[in-house]
C-alpha cells in the first residue's frame, strides 16, 4: 500500500468520526431542544462520573443556556 491509499484510508476514518460526533451533537440538541433552564442547568452540573449524561450531552446544555442569555459565571451560580 502506498503513501497516498494510506492517507486517504486515513482521510476516510476521520470523516467518518467527525460525521458520526456531528450526529451524536445534532440528536442531543433535539433530545434538549424544549427542556427548561433547570434541567439544562441540571445536566451542566451533573457529576462527570455520573453515566446519566456525557460530556456532550453538557456541552450541547451549556451552550444552550448561553444562546437563552446565561454567561459561564450565571450558569456556575445558578446550579439546579
Given at each position: 500500500m502506498?503513501?497516498?491509499?494510506?492517507?486517504?484510508?486515513?482521510?476516510?476514518?476521520?470523516?467518518a468520526e467527525?460525521?458520526?460526533?456531528?450526529?451524536e451533537?445534532?440528536?442531543?440538541?433535539?433530545?434538549?431542544?424544549?427542556?427548561?433552564d433547570?434541567?439544562?442547568l441540571e445536566i451542566v452540573h451533573t457529576s462527570s462520573l455520573s453515566a446519566k449524561y456525557d460530556q456532550k450531552a453538557k456541552t450541547v446544555a451549556r451552550s444552550m443556556l448561553k444562546a437563552r442569555g446565561y454567561?459561564?459565571?450565571?450558569i456556575r451560580q445558578n446550579k439546579a
Amino acid at each position: 500500500m502506498g503513501f497516498w491509499d494510506k492517507a486517504w484510508d486515513i482521510t476516510k476514518k476521520v470523516a467518518a468520526e467527525v460525521t458520526d460526533q456531528a450526529q451524536e451533537t445534532n440528536e442531543n440538541y433535539k433530545k434538549l431542544k424544549g427542556a427548561s433552564d433547570k434541567v439544562l442547568l441540571e445536566i451542566v452540573h451533573t457529576s462527570s462520573l455520573s453515566a446519566k449524561y456525557d460530556q456532550k450531552a453538557k456541552t450541547v446544555a451549556r451552550s444552550m443556556l448561553k444562546a437563552r442569555g446565561y454567561d459561564d459565571e450565571k450558569i456556575r451560580q445558578n446550579k439546579a
